[in-house]
């Protein structure tokens, strides 16, 4: 049930963003079922474990890629599931462009899914070591001179059954009395006081498979 919402705030926020190298960091879902499909999306994955869809495996706060090479990152709950959130967020801005799009997605922790999140004793879903907030997350991008825009929220749904599932729940029912479960920040990398430019032959991000064909 997340994954649906999540994939519908994602192609939303993907409107207007452009360029082939598109990377997602760290697992969520079933390999690279969030993005929505096209011959223009060419995402791959960089996760720290082998799993659906990798590309590469990877410690994601030390990535094996270059400076700039990215037009899009994704953070699918991924500053979640980090033991260091705001070194990840850094490595992040690393690999991405100038005018690029960063893209964070992460529970709302006055939500349901915040409050089970808080009380299991694994993490909820397992592994997930802290809920960050969409403010927190905000300023760590102010901070880092990104453009953010308002948020996007879906999951309007008790963290009930399965996680994935084909019903969306992007918006809020009229018998629904809780608060959206997820956020979505789109952000932009400013360039104050230069004025940007795209090389035409950027160097190859994964062995290759990223470089764009211009």
Same mark, same amino acid.
Request: include cysteine.
């Given at each position: 049930?997340?994954?649906?919402? @999540?994939?519908?705030? %994602? $192609? ?9 190298? !598109? ?9 690279? @079922? ?15 474990? /082998? ?8 410690? !994601? $706060?030390? !990535?094996? #890629? /270059?400076?700039?090479c990215a037009d899009a990152v994704l953070l699918a709950h991924a500053l979640e599931f980090s033991n260091e959130p705001?070194? +990840? %967020? ?8 100038? @005018?690029?799009? %960063?893209? =964070? ?28 907030? @969409? ?6 991008? $102010? ?11 879906? %999951? ?20 629904? /009395?809780?608060?959206?479960? #997820?956020? !979505?920040?789109? $952000?932009?990398?400013? +360039?104050?006081? =230069?004025?940007p430019l795209r090389a035409r032959h950027r160097p190859a991000v994964l062995g290759g498979a990223l470089e764009p064909?211009?």
């Amino acid at each position: 049930m997340t994954i649906a919402s @999540e994939t519908e705030l %994602l $192609a939303q926020a993907l409107e207007g963003v452009f360029g082939p190298v !598109l990377l997602q960091l760290g697992h969520w879902g079933d390999g690279k @079922e969030l993005w929505p499909t096209g011959p223009q999306r060419r995402p791959q994955l960089i996760a720290p474990q /082998p799993g659906m869809g990798t590309d590469l495996v990877a410690q !994601l $706060a030390q !990535l094996p #890629v /270059p400076n700039a090479c990215a037009d899009a990152v994704l953070l699918a709950h991924a500053l979640e599931f980090s033991n260091e959130p705001l070194a +990840l %967020l850094r490595e992040a801005d690393r690999v991405l462009m100038g @005018e690029g799009s %960063l893209i =964070v997605m992460g529970f709302r922790p006055s939500s349901p899914w915040g409050w089970r999140a808080a009380v299991s004793c694994r993490g909820f879903p397992p592994g997930l070591q802290r809920v960050i907030s @969409e403010r927190r997350v905000h300023d760590w991008l $102010a901070v880092l001179g990104y453009e953010v825009e308002p948020a996007r929220h879906g %999951l309007y749904r008790l963290p009930l059954g399965a996680m994935g599932g084909t019903s969306s729940s992007t918006r809020r029912r009229w018998f629904y /009395p809780f608060s959206a479960g #997820v956020y !979505l920040l789109k $952000a932009r990398k400013r +360039l104050f006081g =230069v004025t940007p430019l795209r090389a035409r032959h950027r160097p190859a991000v994964l062995g290759g498979a990223l470089e764009p064909t211009i």
